[in-house]
């Protein structure tokens, strides 16, 4: 996996850097891609192949606090659309496809919402959103208890994230071992396939985790605090694609949001648990841009 290239910072109008990647056809089709939780613009070369295929123009960024990003002091979901208008400005792109994978799922979501004008469709792989209380409980106990502790003791929280950080995310380690036994089957296969693990918890990880576990555990609770717009005031296209195994955002969260945003269609992967997007890259670009 190429790491390497096609990396570059933009300075916003606040001052802060907003660091991102570029990979795939550079006139091609526009995709803006919208990580999960505690990842960054690495993933980008995982798509780059795909990419290509496609002649899409893949662009992926850190958020603010992951990688070579700079904290934003008061994030939220709409907030961050600041930030993604001003890097559509400045490459030039007046409209997207903006896919938002597990954490990255809200964030992409207020994108079609606040700039319709600006996004094609909005692409769900796996997306996480605020739920209603009757899909939140539908989570696993241990989910629940993240979010929780994510919310109500932030400190703590992030003194044990980066406790645990410390020689988590060597993918041969004992931490990582025992991380994968806790998994479905199904993102077990995924992660033990060619590259994926080193994605995962080698280099890329490493990178977008350079600043600390603080990011991820405002992520976290951010997601336990209201999206900041309604679902059903989405008026582009949505997509969801899903694993019916997710054990960490579980399909009753797909289920929720297709039903409530109006058009939004969902897709259902019976065997795909929460990495499967990572095992079928053309899949997933193929997702963004097919009619």
Not at 45 to 59: E, Q, S, T
Not at 137 to 162: D, E, Y
Request: charged share 20%; with cysteine; net charge positive.
């Amino acid at each position: 996996m190429n790491t390497s290239e096609s990396q570059s910072t933009l300075t916003l109008k606040d001052g802060r850097k907003l660091a991102f990647a570029e990979v795939g056809e550079k006139q091609g089709r526009p995709v803006l891609l919208l990580t999960g939780t505690g990842t960054g613009r690495s993933q980008a070369y995982w798509f780059d192949a795909a990419a290509r295929k496609a002649g899409v123009r893949l662009i992926v960024t850190d958020r603010p606090g992951y990688g070579h990003s700079d904290p934003h002091p008061d994030l939220t979901f709409l907030k961050h659309v600041d930030d993604v208008v001003e890097l559509l400005d400045h490459l030039g792109l007046p409209r997207v496809t903006v896919a938002g994978m597990s954490g990255g799922g809200g964030y992409a979501l207020a994108c079609g919402y606040r700039i319709p004008e600006r996004v094609e469709r909005v692409l769900m792989v796996c997306g996480m959103v605020p739920a209603p209380p009757k899909v939140y409980r539908k989570m696993s106990g241990s989910v629940r208890m993240l979010f929780w502790l994510a919310r109500r003791m932030p400190r703590l929280a992030t003194w044990l994230f980066n406790r645990m950080q410390g020689g988590g995310n060597d993918p041969d380690g004992d931490a990582v071992k025992r991380k994968l036994k806790q998994l479905p089957e199904a993102d077990r296969r995924v992660l033990l396939s060619s590259g994926v693990l080193e994605l995962c918890y080698g280099a890329p990880a490493r990178d977008a985790l350079r600043q600390g576990m603080g990011m991820f555990v405002y992520e976290l609770a951010l997601y336990g605090r209201p999206l900041g717009f309604e679902l059903s005031q989405v008026r582009v296209p949505v997509r969801v694609w899903h694993g019916l195994l997710d054990a960490n955002v579980v399909i009753d969260i797909a289920r929720y949001v297709a039903s409530t945003v109006p058009g939004a269609t969902l897709t259902i992967e019976p065997e795909g648990a929460h990495l499967f997007g990572f095992a079928n890259p053309d899949g997933l670009i193929q997702q963004a841009i097919a009619p």
